[in-house]
């Protein structure tokens, strides 16, 4: 911080206007500490907030928890998925087996991804299949 002192403006979080703005320096805590000032806009008088760190503390607030309901959402709507699609089948469950052809809607035993269902087919050899943990991509037709 270079050259700060009464009278001069600098840039801190009002908290009534709820947002980082242009205030005019009232009183310095010692010579390098802004300790109040006024805000241009509402023109009230507060202690100095640092910007910076008031905008990380709303950013990270509102980042971290509807990130992790979604993501759980996410899987909780994939898990749905596939408990529809695999357990809802009709077709007999089939050993996997990379020399085997599937097409799309086969049901898949994979020794160690468990069931899964054929969701899409792609290039001549490659299954997207949905497990119980997500999609792998699986070889065939070999
Ligand atoms: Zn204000």
């Known amino acids: 911080m270079s050259q700060v002192s009464a009278g001069k403006d600098i840039l801190s979080y009002c908290n009534k206007c709820k947002m980082a703005l242009s205030h005019t320096i009232t009183v310095m805590k010692d010579i ?24 990380k503390k709303a950013t990270r607030k509102k980042s971290t928890s509807p990130g992790r309901k979604s993501a759980s959402a996410k899987a909780e709507l994939l898990e749905n998925k596939w408990q529809a699609d695999v357990m809802g089948s009709k077709n007999e469950p089939q050993k996997y087996s990379p020399k085997s052809q599937f ?7 994979h020794p160690k991804f ?27 037709n070999k």
């Open 103 to 109: 097409v799309i809607g086969d049901i898949i035993d």
């Open 32 to 55: 390098n500490t802004v300790g109040k000032v006024m805000c241009n806009t509402c023109k009230g008088v507060h202690a100095y907030k640092d910007p910076n760190a008031a905008a």
């Open 114 to 140: 468990g069931m899964g269902v054929v969701e899409a087919t792609m290039e001549a050899d490659k299954l997207d299949i949905l497990f119980q943990t997500g999609n792998k991509i699986l070889v065939h």
